[in-house]
C-alpha cells in the first residue's frame, strides 16, 4: 500500500514557476514508477510526466517537454515536478501516482493516486 500526499500549487501568472511535491508513505517507494496526471475543469484526466524507479526512464506528454522536469528522491520517498514557463492552459488540478510498471496512458488504471493539488496560472 503506498500513500501519496502532494503539495506546491497554487496561483501563478503566466510565465512563472512552480515546484510540486508528492510524498510517498511506506519503505517501497523505490519499487514503484511514480508519474504525475493532471485535469482541467470539463476535461478528462491527461499523462503529464513519469519516471522510473531509479531515475533511468524519464518521459513527457509533448505539451509540457521543455517547460516541465520530473525527479525524484528515493530517500525522501519524494516526487517533484518542477514547472517552469507555465501557461494559462497549464491550470489543472495536478495528481501524483505510483504503480509498478509504467503510467503513460494509465490515468484511469494506476493502482495508486494523491489528493491532487490545483495550479492556476492566470493571463
Known amino acids: 500500500q503506498v500513500q501519496l500526499v502532494e503539495s506546491g500549487g497554487g496561483l501563478v501568472q503566466a510565465g512563472g514557476s512552480l515546484r510540486l511535491s508528492c510524498a510517498a508513505s511506506g519503505r517501497t517507494f523505490s519499487r514503484y514508477y511514480m508519474g504525475w496526471f493532471r485535469q482541467a475543469p470539463g476535461k478528462e484526466r491527461e499523462f503529464v510526466a513519469e519516471?522510473?524507479?531509479?531515475?533511468?526512464?524519464?518521459y513527457y506528454t509533448d505539451s509540457v517537454k521543455g517547460r516541465f522536469t520530473i525527479s525524484r528522491d528515493n530517500a525522501k520517498n519524494t516526487v517533484y515536478l518542477e514547472m517552469n514557463s507555465l501557461k494559462p492552459e497549464d491550470t489543472a488540478v495536478y495528481y501524483c501516482?505510483?504503480?509498478?510498471?509504467?503510467?503513460?496512458?494509465?490515468?484511469?488504471?494506476?493502482?495508486?493516486w494523491g489528493q491532487g493539488t490545483q495550479v492556476t496560472v492566470s493571463s
Open positions: 519516471i522510473s524507479q531509479s531515475s533511468t526512464n524519464i
Open positions: 501516482a505510483a504503480d509498478i510498471g509504467a503510467l503513460w496512458g494509465r490515468q484511469t488504471t494506476a493502482n495508486y
